[in-house]
């Protein structure tokens, strides 16, 4: 069946980095773009960014840039996201999604979702 | 930058009710790219409703979505026990998404 599975929670000091895996299995991995949500404790949703895995290309939410990395690793279906120079806010659970894109025959045009969702991985940053 | 606005931020009905829940954008939004989640205590969000209006695979019949420009509505018909969630709006425009800030949907 499709799935995303993320590596597992982490402990950081702040300043450090941290890298978290999203491995997927049941499709093609280079036909559907991946992208980072996170959410800090108790809070809303926060879109990061996405990497295309089928050559690399990505686009990060204005606010993470210079800090983010989105990269991939087609040969054993595996996106990263490495987030660094880590703060205290940074705490908060990462989550890899796959984007699918659904075209309407009748309108012709494209809309889309991210329809399936890694399980989760809780960074927090800590001194 | 696009903001979504959710309200309202809580929504307090009992089963067999009905929910409207409100999205609306800052600027106009294009229908095909606004998006509706579902989001349980632990568990990563669900996909409910891509394009405005078309339920995702799996999704029941009572959910239903609406909208258009800058207004979008989810409407859950009959609440079921199991629909008691955050629900969060999220718009794609220029490459870049955004999600609302969420609606609480709680049992009264």
């Known amino acids: 069946q499709v799935q995303l599975v993320q590596s597992g929670a982490e402990v950081k000091k702040p300043g450090a980095s941290v890298k978290v895996s999203c491995k997927a299995s049941g499709y093609t991995f280079t036909d559907f773009y991946v992208h980072w949500v996170r959410q800090v404790p108790g809070q809303g949703l926060e879109w990061m960014g996405w990497v295309n895995p089928k050559n690399g290309v990505t686009n990060y939410a204005q606010k993470f840039q210079g800090r983010v990395s989105m990269t991939r690793d087609t040969s054993i279906s595996t996106a990263y996201m490495e987030l660094s120079r880590l703060r205290s806010d940074d705490t908060a659970v990462y989550y890899c999604?796959?984007?699918?894109?659904?075209?309407?025959?009748?309108?012709?045009?494209?809309?889309?979702?991210?329809?399936?969702w890694g399980q989760g991985t809780m960074v927090t940053v800590s001194s | 930058e696009i903001a979504l606005t959710q309200s309202p931020g809580t929504l307090s009905l009992s089963p067999g009710e009905r929910a409207t829940l409100s999205c609306r954008a800052s600027?106009?939004?294009?229908?095909?790219?606004l998006a509706w989640y579902q989001q349980k205590p632990g568990q990563a969000p669900r996909l409910l409703i891509y394009g405005a209006s078309t339920r995702a695979t799996g999704i029941p019949d009572r959910f239903s979505g609406s909208g258009s420009g800058t207004d979008f509505t989810l409407t859950i018909n009959r609440l079921e026990p199991e629909d008691f969630a955050v629900y969060y709006c999220?718009?794609?425009?220029?490459?870049?998404?955004?999600f609302g800030q969420g609606t609480k949907l709680e049992i009264k």
């Open positions: 999604a796959r984007i699918y894109t659904y075209y309407d025959v009748l309108t012709s045009s494209y809309s889309d979702g991210l329809d399936m």
């Open positions: 999220q718009r794609y425009a220029s490459s870049t998404y955004s």
């Open positions: 600027q106009s939004v294009s229908s095909t790219y």
